[in-house]
């Protein structure tokens, strides 16, 4: 009579193995996908506040025109007020 040897494998732990491995597969192209996804935001925020950078210097920019304008009101204001006391006292 011939024994023929049978070995069990237990094959378990490297399925459990493969299932951890195709976890972390799909967890890093995920992350990838996020990452891109992440990248895309930052370079839209960038042209974002690169825009809000300009209409502040020109937000600025209007500011000081505006109250250089003021000032210069103010002067002409009072030059005129002048020249109308002047004329009163004239009394032509």
């Known amino acids: 009579m011939v024994k023929t040897a049978t070995r069990t494998v237990d094959l378990a732990p490297i399925d459990r193995l493969e299932g951890k491995v195709k976890a972390l597969v799909a967890l890093v192209e995920r992350l990838k996908g996020d990452a891109a996804r ?3 935001d930052n ?4 042209r974002e506040v ?3 950078h300009t209409r502040l210097s020109d937000a600025e920019t209007a500011s000081d025109e505006v109250l250089s304008l003021r000032e210069e009101r103010d002067i ?3 030059r005129v007020a002048e020249l109308l006391e002047q ?3 004239l009394s032509l």
């Open 38 to 40: 992440l990248a895309e």
């Open 43 to 46: 370079a839209r925020l960038a």
């Open 50 to 52: 690169e825009g809000l």
């Open 76 to 78: 002409v204001r009072t």
């Open 87 to 89: 004329l009163e006292g």
